[in-house]
């Protein structure tokens, strides 16, 4: 078993070496490779990750989705993980997903936790343990077997924004869903750059939009204008 990290990074300086150590010092038998996939940083974020013990790549196309799709036909893994740059997997990670493929789950992802005492967040790393899809989202670094990403034909690359809703609920329609309760330490920075108000009705205005069918770049232009910073 091979399980390939895959980390979509555009201006991560600030994250990068923290997620990478976590990762990289994590003890375990089971093979791992770690792929950093950068959407054109101009911080050193690249500089940060060239320093460790990963595969760095330049992606074509600037874009989380994009990036991930490319990240995969880098990697050798049968197992795929998805991880954000501003989240920090548990120490057991690698362990915690080889005993759900092993019980029979094809992807899945970890309850996460926010690294703020706030009492709001706490509200909402809680619902995180539920199986409904308004529960989910890519800061859960999310993981799937190579075969079943293949057969769901990935991330839309043509996604700006909701590619993990999308891809979660492409993979949930035919397969069981494992929702590791083991959390994973989730940056606040997008509540601490608006506000806890401002980051949940941005959240729900998009929701609306995309079940409605709005496209992609009305659905990212709103984003962008209700929050300072959303990545």
């Not at 790549?57 to 049968?78: E, H, I, L, T, W």
């Not at 809680?126 to 057969?151: L, M, S």
């Not at 590791?180 to 940056?187: A, E, F, L």
Request: with cysteine.
């Amino acid at each position: 078993m091979l399980i390939s990290v895959i980390i979509p990074t555009y201006n991560e300086a600030d994250n990068i070496e923290k997620l990478l150590k976590r990762l990289t010092q994590m003890t375990t038998s089971i093979a791992t490779e770690i792929i950093v996939v950068d959407g054109g940083s101009e911080d050193d974020t690249v500089k940060i990750a060239e320093i460790f013990d990963v595969s760095v790549y330049k992606s074509p196309r600037k874009g989380r989705a994009a990036q991930m799709n490319f990240g995969v036909k880098q990697s050798k893994g049968d197992i795929l993980q998805f991880v954000h740059a501003d989240t920090l997997p548990p120490f057991s990670n690698f362990e915690d997903i080889s005993s759900a493929v092993k019980n029979g789950y094809s992807v899945g992802c970890f309850t996460y936790s926010f690294d703020s005492k706030h009492p709001l967040l706490r509200i909402n790393s809680f619902f995180t343990r539920f199986d409904k899809i308004w529960c989910r989202g890519g800061d859960q670094a999310i993981f799937v077997t190579r075969k079943v990403f293949d057969e769901v034909g990935g991330y839309r690359d043509d996604y700006l924004i909701m590619e993990d809703f999308d891809f979660i609920k492409k993979v949930q329609s035919k397969y069981p869903f494992k929702i590791v309760k083991n959390n994973c330490i989730v940056s606040a920075r997008k509540y601490q750059n608006n506000s806890y108000l401002k980051v949940q009705l941005a959240n729900l205005k998009i929701f609306r939009m995309y079940d409605a069918g709005a496209s992609q770049e009305l659905m990212a232009e709103t984003y962008q204008k209700i929050l300072k910073k959303w990545n």
